[in-house]
């Protein structure tokens, strides 16, 4: 039996996007894992998932033939220019502004941006200004 091991210890277990246009989505979540530092867990024709988000296409058993509706996604960022470095690098693999990186009110130095992905979902990375974390995540082997 293969072991496999996932990180958990936040509230979202997973979300799952139901696209349009898989290559297209692939391409614009892959450059922007890649800027947040998060590997691409597995790929197919009709799905890929990073960390707790699921992305298919209506196809796959799991959709049921429906795409879901506009969704937003918040994604942690490590400092300010992850944050800056997540926007260019959404907007360069098909994602449209929804809001510049910059100070939000939201809570004292709240730092994020906000990019539109090729299904019109609004996707976020977001740094919450100075912490320091017990762990990075829980780990879950099994």
Same mark, same amino acid.
């Given at each position: 039996?293969e072991t496999n091991?996932? @990180?958990?210890?936040r509230?979202? &277990? @997973?979300? @799952?996007?139901v696209?349009r &246009?898989?290559p /297209?989505?692939?391409?614009?979540y892959q $450059?922007?894992?890649?800027?947040?530092?998060v *590997?691409?867990?597995g790929?197919?024709? =009709?799905?890929?998932w990073a960390?707790e988000?699921?992305? =298919?296409?209506?196809? =796959? !058993?799991? /959709?049921?033939?429906?795409?879901?509706?506009?969704?937003h996604? $918040?994604?942690q960022?490590?400092?300010?220019?992850?944050? &800056?470095?997540?926007?260019?690098?959404?907007l360069?693999h098909c994602?449209?502004d929804?809001?510049a !990186?910059?100070?939000? *009110?939201y809570h *004292?130095g709240?730092?994020?941006?906000?990019?539109?992905? !090729?299904?019109?979902?609004?996707?976020? $990375?977001v +740094?919450?200004?100075? $912490?320091?974390?017990?762990?990075p995540?829980?780990?879950?082997? +099994?």
């Amino acid at each position: 039996m293969e072991t496999n091991e996932i @990180h958990r210890g936040r509230l979202i &277990d @997973h979300v @799952h996007l139901v696209v349009r &246009d898989l290559p /297209a989505s692939q391409r614009f979540y892959q $450059a922007v894992f890649d800027v947040l530092g998060v *590997p691409m867990g597995g790929v197919s024709d =009709s799905f890929f998932w990073a960390d707790e988000l699921f992305v =298919s296409t209506a196809a =796959s !058993p799991a /959709a049921q033939g429906q795409l879901t509706g506009r969704h937003h996604l $918040a994604f942690q960022a490590r400092d300010t220019a992850m944050v &800056d470095a997540f926007h260019q690098a959404a907007l360069a693999h098909c994602g449209k502004d929804n809001g510049a !990186p910059g100070y939000r *009110p939201y809570h *004292p130095g709240y730092y994020g941006a906000f990019v539109l992905d !090729p299904d019109g979902n609004n996707i976020e $990375a977001v +740094f919450h200004g100075e $912490a320091r974390r017990s762990a990075p995540s829980v780990k879950v082997t +099994f």
